[in-house]
């Protein structure tokens, strides 16, 4: 389980002090797909950097956040590097802003498998082709030699989440990972996501600003405001009886964050 605990971030900058979370607490259970929806600055991409230990060296974080059981205020530099790409990996949402141009796709995914895995190269690539489908990239074995920009946004993004799962990571966080999409190509990434939950058992962080997209995917949604979380529960509580006046605000406006 990932456990948030009354995780406090500010960043000070120029004598100027903002304060992006304000004591907000919540869980990830392997298995399961956990919302985070709010607006525009709400916090929800700080909640995500400070699990994965990327926030800059001037965010002064208080509260505790355990991965497994182990804070990660106890591990060293090393430990989560370790950590990241193996236990919990991310999936943002611009494919083309995390793939590197000049690099093959499969060679991609394939540095991530050598980065943790003591493994050979020819071991390493059949990994990374029965990675690539798994997650529904056709033609693997032509893909794995292709360059990004000859791919189409839908199968970057798909390349983007064979590398996150190539090492079986127990925990996803995922970034507006369709936001980038058209609708139709979106749907077919919600899916993969769903599926990957089934198959694999992986905890989904899954951040987004579309309630349509909640209603879709969640099992469970925190809904944040301003740094803080206004409601947390069950999908359907939050869709068929929301608590929080903002939750109802949010519900009954249907607006696109
Ligand atoms: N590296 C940073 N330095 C300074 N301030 C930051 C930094 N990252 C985030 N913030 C501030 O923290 C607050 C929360 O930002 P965050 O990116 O988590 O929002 P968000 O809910 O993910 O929004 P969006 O949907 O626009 O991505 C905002 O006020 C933002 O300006």
Do not use: W
């Not at 230990?53 to 182990?70: Q, W």
Request: aromatic fraction near 8%; charge should be negative.
């Amino acid at each position: 389980m990932i456990k948030v605990e009354n995780l406090k971030v500010k960043f000070s900058l120029d004598n100027q002090t903002v304060e992006a979370l304000k004591g907000v607490s919540f869980h990830l259970n392997q298995g399961e797909i956990l919302a985070i929806v709010g607006e525009s600055g709400s916090g929800k991409s700080v909640s995500c950097n400070a699990i994965m230990g990327l926030l800059p060296s001037y965010a002064t974080v208080e509260g505790n956040i355990f991965i497994d059981e182990k804070n990660i205020k106890d591990l060293s530099k090393e430990d989560m590097r370790r950590l990241r790409g193996s236990t919990v990996s991310m999936v943002f949402q611009e494919p083309s802003a995390v793939l590197n141009p000049l690099l093959t796709v499969g060679d991609q995914i394939l540095e991530t498998v050598l980065a943790h895995k003591d493994v050979s190269y020819k071991e390493a690539k059949d990994i990374v082709l029965e990675t690539m489908e798994a997650v529904k990239i056709p033609d693997p074995e032509r893909r794995f030699y292709q360059y990004p920009h000859e791919l189409s946004g839908g199968l970057k993004q798909r390349v983007v989440i064979a590398a996150a799962v190539v090492n079986k990571p127990k925990y996803i966080l995922a970034d507006e990972p369709t936001t980038a999409l058209d609708v139709t190509t979106a749907a077919g990434i919600l899916s993969l996501f769903q599926d990957l939950k089934q198959t694999y058992n992986i905890g989904i962080l899954f951040i987004t600003h579309d309630l349509g997209v909640v209603a879709q995917i969640a099992d469970r949604v925190v809904v944040m405001y301003k740094g803080e979380i206004m409601e947390e529960g069950d999908v359907y509580q939050i869709f068929d009886n929301p608590k929080s006046d903002y939750t109802k605000k949010l519900l009954s406006s249907r607006v696109y964050l």
